[in-house]
Nanobody, 126 residues
Framework: VQLQASGGGLVQAGGSLRLSCAAS????????MGWFRQAPGKERDFVAAISRGGVYTYYANSVKGRFTISRDNAKNTLYLLMNSLKPEDAAVYYC????????????????????WGQGTQVTVSS
């Protein structure tokens, strides 16, 4: 699976951005999809994940209520709508795909997803 993230940019605090991740190769509906982010000098952190069919979603506490993950399997595309952005949300955002399944209790949020895209930079000005 090849993943290509896009949609990053510069936004003022309180603003919104929508990231996209286009997938190619194997059918993306076979995978749990997730977003991670990495700020300078910090580890890559989990942001959100969505189950194969889109029924289950799972968020990091830091973004819950502000970010929404969604997917369109017909278009092989993953999205992340980010509202009420804060300066601490600034990072390089990565999309990823994984073969582990989600459940009602959550999705896998570890750093070893099977496939990764290149990152897209999100900058939030205060």
């Amino acid at each position: 699976v090849q993943l290509q993230a896009s949609g990053g940019g510069l936004v003022q605090a309180g603003g919104s951005l929508r990231l996209s991740c286009a997938a190619s190769g194997r059918t993306v509906s076979s995978y749990v999809m997730g977003w991670f982010r990495q700020a300078p000098g910090k580890e890559r952190d989990f942001v959100a994940a969505i189950s194969r069919g889109g029924v289950y979603t799972y968020y990091a506490n830091s973004v819950k209520g502000r970010f929404t993950i969604s997917r369109d399997n017909a278009k092989n595309t993953l999205y992340l709508l980010m509202n009420s952005l804060k300066p601490e949300d600034a990072a390089v955002y990565y999309c990823a795909a994984d073969s582990r399944v989600c459940s009602a209790s959550g999705c896998y949020s570890g750093p070893d997803y099977d496939y990764w895209g290149q990152g897209t930079q999100v900058t939030v000005s205060s």
